[in-house]
């Protein structure tokens, strides 16, 4: 082949070393400008995150392995180089090859994604257990067992600045619909049960930190999991068209250290006993 052809085919081989040397190098910067998926803050979270960058290098592997075929047959057996059509019916060891090659692939990958799902679906060993109902368009929070209950819905000044004829500049408006008045509080290095239902459409509570997302469905309980690392701030949405403020309803969870989850579990019993007590003797009244 000449250096004419092979020009082309080293160079587009070299960029092709090249951009696959810079994304195992950038995964974490990519992450960050929305180019990957988060590698999140909980042990099942680094689990999809490592099963995702598998499955994205065997695809560019065999992306450069086919297309480079083809690019290469393309250039070495074109018709100005004499190149003329092979005259056969068909090839049983090539079929046979091609058949095993993707079979032994998948099951590679299979297998490690078919533990994560199992993983994924065991409550067992939960220390606490909290339920998750969707509303239109809201959600409602439950600490099972303890008696605190609230809604979380949209920030009164993301509401705000959503509406039609709103004079509001959108980038001075904080996490802009992604903010919440009641934030759901939990705490880190704790296995937690999520309970999760609708009371009236189908609606689906997902925090990309977490890898979490479950449909929240009407007279259906579905059950997951979590468990943080870290104490922080994680934010998510609805993930299920519930509706025309569908995009309005969202996530926000803030993780406490067990210590700092207690006293806050303790003020909420707190206030909720005493606006208990204030509606009764209303009611008396």
């Known amino acids: 082949m000449s250096s004419a052809v092979m020009s082309p085919i080293g160079t587009l081989m070299s960029r092709l070393a090249i951009a696959a040397s810079l994304g195992a190098v950038s995964q974490n910067a990519f992450a960050e400008y929305g180019l990957n998926m988060p590698q999140g803050v909980t042990e099942l979270s680094k689990e999809v995150y490592d099963l995702h960058m598998l499955v994205f290098y065997v695809c560019c592997a065999i992306g450069v392995v086919v297309f480079g075929a083809m690019i290469y047959s393309v250039f070495a057996?074109?018709?100005?180089?004499?190149a003329k059509a092979a005259n056969f019916h068909h090839s049983t060891a090539v079929e046979i090859v091609w058949t095993i090659i993707p079979f032994v692939i998948l099951i590679a990958l299979a297998l490690p994604a078919a533990k994560t799902l199992v993983k994924m679906e065991n409550t067992r060993g939960a220390e606490m257990s909290i339920k998750i109902t969707g509303y239109q368009w809201k959600w409602q929070y439950?600490?099972?067992?303890?008696?605190v209950s609230y809604y979380s819905t949209l920030t009164?000044?993301?509401n705000y600045a959503r509406q039609t004829g709103a004079d509001?500049?959108?980038?001075q408006v904080e996490n802009y619909l992604l903010d919440?008045?009641?934030?759901?509080?939990?705490?880190?290095?704790t296995k937690i049960r999520l309970l999760l239902t609708a009371a009236d459409?189908?609606?689906?509570?997902?925090?990309p930190d977490f890898a979490v997302k479950k449909d929240a469905i009407p007279g259906y309980i579905n059950e997951t999991w979590v468990k943080v690392d870290k104490p922080g701030v994680?934010?998510?949405?609805?993930?299920?068209?519930?509706?025309?403020?569908?995009?309005?309803m969202p996530i926000v969870v803030i993780v406490k250290t067990p210590e700092e989850y207690q006293q806050w579990l303790s003020e909420q019993k707190a206030q909720q006993a005493s606006l208990s007590s204030a509606t009764h003797v209303a009611l008396a009244q």
Not at 77 to 82: A, D, F, M, P, T
Not at 168 to 171: P, Q
């Open 234 to 248: 994680y934010r998510g949405q609805c993930a299920e068209l519930c509706g025309r403020d569908h995009g309005f």
């Open 201 to 207: 459409v189908i609606h689906a509570w997902w925090v």
């Open 180 to 189: 919440v008045d009641n934030a759901l509080v939990i705490p880190s290095d």
């Open 168 to 171: 509001v500049d959108l980038t």
């Open 77 to 82: 057996h074109r018709k100005s180089k004499g």
């Open 142 to 147: 439950e600490h099972v067992g303890e008696g």
């Open 156 to 158: 009164q000044e993301s």
